[in-house]
């Protein structure tokens, strides 16, 4: 277990989860200040007197630009006497691309990995998406990588807010969520079998129970396109469910995701604030202070 940091510092497309997660580990919390010149160049600027042991926590959607940023803020730091660096990433960019499929192709979860262990002493993420490697730490090589899981507080939000629910994964790499979020109200679940047909298009056959007047939940890691659930969604309103509600990780949305979502028959759409979105409900503040022994 990581040792608690002194001081979390944060950044303005970032704030408010970083400053609900100092609150819970009861530490100091300091913005880092970003001018962004008109080439795209950044200039950053740390708070002053940094103790030992610091954290930056930044979600890694959009990522870029932050990556180059985090470099620099990293190395501010130890110029200014930190030796203890964490990143906390609630969503950790690259991690899919775990091999080449073709020839040329950059394996980008290698790459971007051994760029953050260069940067960073430990790192800590909420369910990172991987794929042939399971340790986080084979993909991001330092001292310690950390990867929490936000599937119970997914269970617990809905075991707060829907009676006798049936959650449902919609393909078998999201069994392990949907297991996980169904043992914190002892929820009867399912995981559907999707055929991805293109980056947009996906085909999802239903498991053969019933799903008549249920209230089910699709539960996934992650979504962008959110094509996967509103398939998943149209073949469960073909079985007369009750309702259809969706519950995420990352809400990775593209522009109007969530109103195509609603528009497929899903009643509600719910998700942690690992990326800000409009549809966080459940904060992750509680869970990645657990990284931390006291």
């Known amino acids: 277990m990581q040792k608690k940091p002194q001081m979390l510092l944060g950044f303005a497309d970032y704030d408010t989860p970083a400053k609900n997660l100092a609150a819970a580990l009861n530490i ?6 970003i001018h962004r010149f ?6 950053l600027t740390l708070a002053q007197n940094l103790p030992n042991s610091i954290a930056f926590c930044r979600s890694l959607n959009q990522p870029n630009d932050k990556l180059i940023e985090l470099m620099l803020a990293a190395q501010t730091a130890r110029d200014h006497g930190a030796c203890d660096i964490t990143l ?3 969503y950790l960019c690259y991690m899919r691309q775990d091999k080449a ?3 040329g192709e950059a394996i980008s979860q290698k790459i971007v990995g051994k760029f953050l262990a260069e940067h960073f002493d430990a790192v800590i993420t909420v369910d990172a998406h991987l794929h042939r490697v399971h340790d986080l730490r084979e993909a991001v090589p330092v001292t310690q990588a950390v990867n929490l899981s936000a599937a119970e507080l997914i269970g617990e939000h809905v075991k707060a ?6 959650l449902l994964g919609p393909d078998e790499e999201s069994k392990q969520w949907v297991e996980t979020a169904a043992k914190t109200g002892e929820f009867e679940y399912a995981v559907a079998l999707k055929q991805r047909m293109g980056d947009r298009s996906v085909k999802i056959s239903l498991p053969d129970i019933p799903f008549a007047n249920r209230n089910v939940v699709i539960i996934d890691d992650m979504a962008s396109t959110g094509q996967t659930i509103i398939e998943t969604a149209r073949q469960l309103i073909q079985h007369k469910v009750a309702n259809v509600y969706c519950a ?3 809400a990775l949305f593209y522009e109007q995701v969530t109103e195509r979502m609603q528009q497929s028959g899903i009643t509600a759409v719910w998700s942690t604030d690992s990326v800000q979105h409009p549809t966080n409900n459940i904060s992750l503040a509680r869970l990645l202070a657990t990284a931390f022994a006291a």
């Open 28 to 33: 100091d919390y300091e913005i880092v200040d």
């Open 38 to 43: 008109p080439d795209g160049e950044s200039k």
């Open 88 to 90: 906390i990433a609630p």
């Open 101 to 103: 499929f073709n020839p």
């Open 161 to 166: 807010n829907i009676e006798n629910p049936l």
């Open 248 to 250: 995420v990780t990352h």
